[in-house]
């Protein structure tokens, strides 16, 4: 059982960051924006998580700091797309490969250093619940603020007014401005919501996670993370479920290695378990385009200049 506990609280914690990251571009995609920088948004967010930790001492600023980061470069994204124009596809993967690198760059210095643990919180009774009480109910804090974020997310998207709209632009941005909606204000605000994301996801990466910084650290998970909305079919409890699925075959394929198990499969195919997971589930769904056509924003991925 202790074994089946260690499964479980590590493939809560490796689904965390899928989960922040993915709902946040949820909302940039349901805006009708598709940015595919993720995975350079993580990687700044978790260069400054990092730092911001290691000088102050307070994980709870280098969140912030991570954060601000993602929304930062999310907005660089935002307007070379959104009031230039570009291309997002093209400058999506273009953002991604400038964050990748200035984080390593930048994150030269910290390279040797290491955090000290961000202690869990343990929520008293619950947590000596058999199997699931310490998996769930001694987490870290960023776990259990990943689950309030998917609540309101919820909410928002399918419970409230605004989130209406910004389904509205999503489907129509032509039909939205027609009755008066600053359609690229809201895309600016959905983009910047889900650089936020992705740099909180980073920064759980380096800061929660694994408490110090390497180069190349986010590992793809940003590439994962886009993949996941589309896995989900834009919908926020699929996006948490898938999340876990994900996050349970990387922790799987650790234990596997790490196990002392005499197999014949070499490492380097386990570790790309869950990449191959990935495109696997990608090519099954690709293959039902009823169900993608109808759950995808219809603007997705399309400029939109209103009229003067």
């Given at each position: 059982?202790?074994?089946?506990?260690?499964?479980?609280?590590?493939?809560?914690?490796?689904?965390?960051?899928?989960?922040?990251?993915?709902?946040?571009?949820?909302?940039?995609?349901?805006?009708?924006?598709?940015?595919?920088?993720?995975?350079?948004?993580?990687?700044?967010?978790?260069?400054?998580?990092?730092?911001?930790?290691?000088?102050?001492?307070?994980?709870?600023?280098?969140?912030?700091?991570?954060?601000?980061?993602?929304?930062?470069?999310?907005?660089?994204?935002?307007?070379?797309?959104?009031?230039?124009?570009?291309?997002?596809?093209?400058?999506?993967?273009?953002?991604?490969?400038?964050?990748?690198?200035?984080?390593?760059?930048?994150?030269?210095?910290?390279?040797?250093?290491?955090?000290?643990?961000?202690?869990?919180?343990?929520?008293?009774?619950?947590?000596?619940?058999?199997?699931?009480?310490?998996?769930?109910?001694?987490?870290?804090?960023?776990?259990?603020?990943?689950?309030?974020?998917?609540?309101?997310?919820?909410?928002?998207?399918?419970?409230?007014?605004?989130?209406?709209?910004?389904?509205?632009?999503?489907?129509?941005?032509?039909?939205?401005?027609?009755?008066?909606?600053?359609?690229?204000?809201?895309?600016?605000?959905?983009?910047?919501?889900?650089?936020?994301?992705?740099?909180?996801?980073?920064?759980?990466?380096?800061?929660?996670?694994?408490p110090l910084w390497v180069e190349g650290?986010?590992?793809?998970?940003?590439?994962?993370?886009?993949?996941?909305?589309?896995?989900?079919?834009w919908r926020p409890f699929r996006v948490m479920v898938g999340a876990?699925?994900?996050?349970?075959?990387?922790?799987?394929?650790?234990?596997?290695?790490?196990?002392?198990?005499?197999?014949?499969?070499?490492?380097?195919?386990?570790?790309?378990?869950?990449?191959?997971?990935?495109?696997?589930?990608?090519?099954?769904?690709?293959?039902?385009?009823?169900?993608?056509?109808?759950?995808?924003?219809?603007?997705?991925?399309?400029?939109?200049?209103?009229?003067?």
């Amino acid at each position: 059982m202790s074994i089946l506990e260690s499964i479980l609280f590590e493939t809560i914690v490796a689904g965390t960051p899928l989960i922040i990251v993915a709902l946040g571009q949820l909302i940039a995609e349901k805006a009708g924006v598709l940015n595919l920088g993720a995975e350079g948004m993580m990687a700044m967010g978790a260069i400054a998580g990092f730092a911001v930790t290691f000088h102050t001492g307070n994980p709870w600023l280098g969140v912030l700091a991570g954060m601000v980061a993602g929304a930062l470069m999310s907005f660089l994204f935002a307007f070379v797309v959104l009031t230039l124009m570009a291309n997002q596809v093209a400058s999506g993967l273009a953002l991604s490969i400038f964050g990748v690198g200035l984080s390593a760059f930048i994150g030269k210095p910290y390279e040797s250093e290491i955090l000290a643990t961000v202690p869990t919180w343990r929520i008293p009774l619950l947590a000596d619940i058999p199997i699931i009480g310490g998996p769930i109910f001694n987490q870290q804090p960023l776990i259990y603020l990943s689950w309030a974020i998917f609540g309101g997310i919820a909410w928002f998207l399918y419970k409230s007014r605004p989130g209406l709209l910004l389904r509205a632009v999503g489907e129509s941005p032509s039909s939205a401005h027609s009755i008066g909606y600053p359609v690229i204000r809201i895309r600016y605000m959905a983009t910047l919501f889900g650089g936020a994301m992705a740099g909180i996801g980073g920064s759980f990466l380096s800061v929660f996670y694994t408490p110090l910084w390497v180069e190349g650290m986010v590992a793809g998970r940003g590439w994962i993370a886009i993949a996941l909305v589309v896995f989900a079919t834009w919908r926020p409890f699929r996006v948490m479920v898938g999340a876990y699925l994900f996050g349970g075959v990387m922790v799987a394929q650790l234990f596997v290695q790490g196990s002392g198990l005499e197999i014949n499969i070499p490492s380097q195919f386990l570790s790309a378990l869950p990449y191959l997971a990935t495109i696997i589930v990608l090519v099954i769904i690709s293959r039902d385009q009823n169900t993608v056509r109808l759950n995808a924003p219809v603007s997705l991925g399309q400029p939109y200049r209103p009229d003067a």
